[in-house]
């Protein structure tokens, strides 16, 4: 089946430092999805990109698409203390699914 | 904002039980998830159902059966329940509409002993 591997598992920055997680597939994807969950919570819908070389932004958080819909990554620039948390990236397929990467967990220090 | 409502935050059973989770949704969504999530695995798919009586095996459904009796209620019922069980579950819902995102609930802290 599909398989998306996200990088790094863990990040621990400074507070006010940049954080990038990246997503990638061996395969062609149609969509990818980027989710976040706060520490005791669960994931929260961020954004989904669907166009090659597709660029959105939220705030500080930056979404990328690769040309070849290979790979995506996030960047937060200047992190704060509420941007701690797991960040998952997930992989639109057929029937509805979502195959999601194992998350990179942020924690930033004050 | 779409609520999806699951019964139980926690729950401790022994092993050798039949255990119900049950899912609620609000939004009238055709999809209906059940992941369970573990430190270092992400999320894996159990099961999933489209339709109301209708279910499609996840990533690991060993050990596991679902039921969709109505639209609103997604079940995962642990038939005989075991120790490598023990993990959290959360149940999600999404629109049929193509690649739309899903909504998770909060989801069940379920301790096999």
């Known amino acids: 089946g599909q398989q998306v591997m996200q990088i790094p598992q863990y990040q621990h920055v400074q507070e006010g430092e940049d954080f990038t997680t990246y997503c990638n597939s061996s395969?062609?994807?149609?969509?990818i999805q980027w989710y976040k969950q706060r520490p005791g919570g669960h994931p929260v819908f961020l954004i989904q990109l669907v166009k090659s070389g597709e660029v959105k932004k939220q705030k500080r958080l930056t979404f990328q698409f690769g040309e070849a819909k290979k790979n995506s990554s996030l960047h937060i620039t200047a992190t704060q203390t509420t941007d701690v948390g797991t960040y998952f990236c997930a992989a639109g397929g057929s029937n509805y699914k979502l195959t999601f990467g194992k998350g990179t967990l942020l924690t930033v220090n004050p | 904002d779409v609520k999806v409502t699951q019964s139980s935050r926690y729950l401790v059973k022994r092993t050798g039980e039949k255990v119900f989770l049950e899912c609620v949704q609000d939004m009238d969504h055709e999809n209906m998830f059940w992941y369970r999530q573990d430190p270092g695995l992400g999320l894996r798919l159990i099961y999933f159902?489209?339709?109301?009586?209708?279910?499609e095996k996840g990533d690991i459904p060993e050990g596991y059966s679902v039921s969709r009796e109505k639209k609103e209620r997604f079940s995962l019922i642990l038939e005989s329940a075991s120790t490598n069980q023990t993990s959290m579950y959360l149940c999600?819902?999404?629109?049929?509409?193509?690649?739309?995102?899903?909504?998770f609930g909060d989801g069940t802290r379920l301790s096999i002993l």
């Open positions: 395969t062609t994807l149609s969509n």
């Open positions: 159902s489209y339709d109301v009586k209708m279910k």
């Open positions: 999600a819902s999404s629109s049929r509409v193509d690649d739309q995102p899903q909504h």
